[in-house]
């Protein structure tokens, strides 16, 4: 579990050094906070990831729904990073998504809502075994 909880924070920092623009307002505080936490949990990996994690709203939501799913669905650590790399990118789309809502009229909006949930839940079914997925579409039927 800590390794699965680590491995989704270094792919979020990374993340967040790479769209850290995008991310948050603050710019490069936001890369130098990010890079610090990477830091600290590689040097670390065995101290509690939660402190750090709450630091990202990004990490936070992606983190939460990925380790429901693997509760749910029963995920292996490779099958949870999976999903943890597809839930990074489906929030870092929402939160580019919310800074931009100017530009788009209500209609646009729903409509890239949609596709992105849709192309959301589309990537994780596809990695899901014929059983995950059944209990996936069981569990989330209006996903």
């Not at 990695?127 to 989330?140: A, C, T």
């Amino acid at each position: 579990m800590k390794k699965i909880l680590n491995t989704i924070f270094f792919l979020l920092s990374s993340l967040g050094m790479v769209f850290g623009q995008q991310i948050s307002n603050s710019g490069p505080d936001a890369t130098t906070r990010a890079a610090q936490e990477k830091e600290a949990t590689l040097n670390n990996p065995d101290s509690s990831t939660t402190q750090i994690a709450t630091s990202n709203p990004i990490m936070v939501l992606a983190g939460t729904e990925t380790e429901q799913l693997r509760k749910d669905l029963n995920l292996n650590a490779a099958e949870a990073t999976k999903v943890a790399e597809i839930n990074i990118e489906y929030q870092i789309k929402l939160e580019s998504l919310k800074r931009n809502l100017e530009k788009y009229s209500e209609s646009e909006v729903k409509e890239k809502l949609i596709t992105i949930k849709n192309n959301h839940k589309n990537e994780i079914v596809e990695l899901l075994s014929p059983e995950q997925k059944m209990k996936y579409k069981s569990l989330y039927p209006d996903n």
